[in-house]
């Protein structure tokens, strides 16, 4: 079948390890699988088709349960926070995993097993056998789930001869236990996925695929750039609208969180059952209690009925539903007697208008990154034309007050999925002043090599939790043109 022929070509594409061996000496929440299902279905519904046209995202999006039988609670956890990070493309997600799995204990007592009778004169084998850089095979089984590796382990190791043995025997039994636990498209997909490098989810001109939730996309409701189904109670909404989170007794009933109206959860008045806003004429009150109709020349403001406008009366401030408010306080914000609005975290209320509260706390989060293929110079990141291991240095300063901080490093690759956060609980001015950023090419043996960064132009705008995205120019005398994706956040109390 294709997969068995797959996992053969995969196979022979690593077999350079038997030749190198005796030189080698250079690698909480809901379950992995019910994320990365919920994942999944959220991209499939966000993102563009696939350039190549393959039907594997929707192949692996309707069976995602199954590949918990087949692949390691790790490597599903990595694809769903690939997916969550706006990456389109499940197949290029679950690509994207394979060098940045955690080893289970299957994994350990293989490499223990392969070491001790495959490879007993290699120093330090076991620590390397899944390193990154390593020439030893650990990399070929790293994705899969504990009963593939087992069955690599029963099979493959054992003997002094299996070490020029080792990885035909792995990738056939790969084939095999794959094609027996899942249906034929999905082994075949999966080995797709773990053949390809780590350039998936990339559009015509080699960028970024960025899942964007919109009312055009979307029927449900938009959450962190996810499309959700709207009909939970922890995401409820419809047309594209943020999703809302129902609390109390509440139910999610056409894309609204509704409960049975009270003063418990009516702002307004109540209509019968149903909570209407209550600042109508005929449809008056507040706090939930029953609506009454103003008579006369009454009018309705904010609930009340009253002898006049409460928008004739407050000049200088605002109108809440107790009537006219200094407009001046957070959560009543206003002026000219417009409604008054809560401004929210990370706000304040200045001069009858919500504004961002510089010594406000927040935080800095990288998403992703892209590199050029070729250093300024024109050469390759690394020896025999190898990739980078970038890492990413965050600055932020005011004055005398500094912060910094320094992501992972993933292993070659020019499109880095760091999902992390350098910068936490640094105020809004400080952010305003100077937020900047390096990428660096992280090496063994010699000094990492500078790829490039730039200071971040950051406005209030940019104070909203958005995914926003910038370009650094190569600068004057070192470095390339890189593109970033990043987050300001408010920071956790």
């Avoid at 926070?81 to 299957?106: F, H, M, W, Y």
């Avoid at 209690?289 to 407050?314: E, F």
């Avoid at 001015?429 to 090599?449: C, G, H, K, M, Q």
Wanted: negative net charge; contains cysteine; aromatic residues 6%.
């Amino acid at each position: 079948m294709r997969f068995a022929r797959a996992a053969v070509a995969l196979g022979v594409a690593a077999f350079c390890f038997v030749a190198v061996v005796p030189g080698c000496g250079s690698s909480d929440a809901p379950s992995p699988d019910a994320s990365f299902c919920g994942t999944s279905q959220s991209s499939l519904g966000t993102c563009p088709p696939p350039m190549d046209g393959s039907s594997c995202d929707a192949t692996l999006t309707t069976s995602c349960a199954s590949l918990v039988a087949v692949l390691s609670p790790s490597a599903l956890t990595r694809a769903s926070d690939c997916l969550e990070s706006g990456i389109c493309g499940v197949t290029a997600c679950l690509t994207r995993t394979q060098k940045n799995v955690e080893p289970t204990e299957a994994h350990r007592a293989l490499a223990a097993s392969f070491c001790a009778s495959c490879a007993p004169d290699v120093a330090d084998c076991e620590a390397q056998f899944y390193a990154r850089s390593s020439k030893l095979p650990g990399q070929l089984l790293l994705p899969y789930a504990e009963p593939v590796v087992q069955a690599v382990e029963a099979a493959c190791t054992g003997t002094r001869a299996c070490r020029s043995s080792f990885v035909g025997c792995a990738t056939e039994t790969i084939a095999s236990e794959v094609a027996a636990a899942v249906d034929v498209s999905i082994a075949d997909c999966v080995s797709t996925a773990f053949q390809r490098d780590d350039t998936g989810g990339t559009g015509p001109n080699g960028t970024v695929q960025v899942a964007r939730c919109t009312a055009a996309n979307c029927p449900g409701c938009c959450r962190d750039d996810r499309c959700e189904e709207g009909k939970s109670t922890s995401a409820c909404g419809k047309a594209g609208e943020a999703c809302e989170t129902c609390s109390g007794i509440a139910s999610c009933t056409d894309g609204a969180c509704k409960e049975p109206c009270s003063e418990n959860n009516c702002t307004g008045c109540c209509d019968g059952d149903t909570c209407v806003a209550g600042g109508a004429k005929d449809e008056c009150g507040t706090g939930g209690a029953a609506c009454s109709a103003c008579a006369g020349a009454l009018v309705c403001s904010k609930g009340t009925c009253i002898d006049g406008s409460c928008r004739a009366n407050c000049t200088n401030g605002c109108c809440s539903a107790t009537g006219c408010q200094t407009g001046t306080a957070r959560n009543a914000c206003g002026k000219g007697g417009e409604a008054c609005v809560d401004c929210g975290a990370g706000r304040t209320c200045s001069s009858g208008a919500c504004v961002l509260d510089r010594t406000s706390l927040w935080d800095f989060y990288v998403s992703f990154a892209e590199i050029p293929e070729k250093s300024r110079s024109n050469n390759p990141w690394d020896a025999f034309n190898g990739l980078p291991d970038p890492y990413l240095l965050a600055f932020a300063s005011e004055g005398a007050a500094t912060a910094s901080g320094k992501t992972t490093a993933p292993a070659d690759t020019l499109v880095p999925i760091w999902m992390e956060t350098p910068l936490t609980k640094v105020k809004a001015s400080t952010f305003l002043e100077n937020l900047s950023f390096e990428i660096w090419d992280e090496d063994t043996l010699d000094p990492d090599d500078y790829i490039g960064g730039c200071k971040l132009p950051i406005t209030v705008d940019k104070f909203d939790g958005s995914l926003q995205t910038f370009t650094c120019g190569p600068g004057p005398t070192r470095g390339v043109s890189v593109t970033l994706w990043y987050r300001i956040r408010p920071s956790a109390p």
